[in-house]
């Protein structure tokens, strides 16, 4: 009779020891959606403080639109269908490009990283073209390409490619000697070398390299927009200053950033996925002190 009060009086304490290792996964989740929702606090601020600004006669309304002239002008193009045709062909711009800027990245960056001559060879040509301002490329992709989607989407790719590569390469650069000896002596070779051993060791650099990436891609298709575009954000931006209408050009912007921010959130969502193996320092776990 001793054995069922046993199993009785022990069946509560493992229901109370799951519930406390529920609570305990459960919290730095908790701890994220709380700091997650201190960055609403700065823009709410801003646009309260700018309403009221408006409203008080402070700014010059010629120049500086209101927020409420803003979600105004959003309704319109929202009403009228135009927003969407904006949005699809700079999106449309903006990832054929950094698929394309991204894709020869990788590649050279890889090539560079492994070979010694290839590194010698390249490298200094790929850092001098690096330097060459975004606008000076303009009239030359003008000259060669024309105005229509092969020169902007060509000028948006040569944005994105820089920052993954200098990221990949210096990454793989800085792969554990040890662990390369080691493959080479098990018969890892070329590709083989590189899939298994250095991509995945700079996994984290290559994501640290698609979102600045993407940012630069998000900023070229401003002039790449430049050249002759009849629908797109930077197009919608220049109509706006052309005709004297701030809150259509505002809004541009807005839409810029708010595009801009949850591009660049899906690509750490997709990071923090792929790179869960890491045990790097989280603010919000119980020892960081955050709280």
Not at 160 to 166: D, G, K
Not at 257 to 275: E, N, P, Q, Y
Request: aromatic residues 10%.
């Amino acid at each position: 009779m001793a054995t069922p009060s046993l199993l009785s009086t022990a069946e509560p304490v493992n229901a109370t020891e799951s519930s406390v290792e529920r609570d305990a996964v459960r919290a730095p989740g908790r701890r994220r959606q709380r700091w997650s929702a201190l960055g609403v606090v700065v823009p709410a601020a801003a646009l309260i403080g700018w309403e009221l600004a408006s409203r008080l006669g402070w700014v010059d309304r010629t120049i500086t639109s209101s927020p409420g002239e803003i979600l105004s002008e959003m309704n319109r193009l929202l009403r009228s269908g135009q927003i969407w045709l904006h949005l699809w062909a700079t999106f449309s711009r903006v990832f054929s490009g950094f698929g394309l800027g991204s894709s020869v990245a990788i590649i050279l960056g890889v090539v560079t990283g492994i070979s010694p001559i290839a590194y010698r060879l390249l490298n200094p040509t790929i850092h001098a073209i690096r330097s060459v301002p975004s606008y000076a490329w303009v009239p030359l992709f003008i000259l060669w390409f024309g105005i229509f989607e092969t020169s902007k989407i060509l000028l948006i790719a040569l944005g994105a490619f820089f920052p993954l590569y200098l990221a990949l390469a210096s990454s793989i650069r800085g792969v554990d000697r040890k662990l390369v000896e080691v493959a080479l002596v098990n018969g890892f070779r070329g590709w083989n070398l590189a899939r298994k051993i250095f991509l995945p060791a700079s996994l984290p650099a290559i994501f640290v390299g698609l979102r600045q990436s993407l940012g630069l891609a998000w900023m070229f298709v401003v002039a790449a927009e430049f050249m002759g575009a009849t629908h797109g954000l930077g197009f919608l931006l220049i109509d706006g200053q052309t005709t004297g209408r701030p809150a259509t050009l505002i809004t541009s912007i807005l839409l810029f950033a708010f595009c801009g921010k949850a591009t660049d959130g899906f690509i750490a969502w997709v990071s923090g996925r792929a790179l869960h193996w890491q045990d790097g320092y989280d603010p919000n776990s119980p020892q960081s002190g955050s709280e």
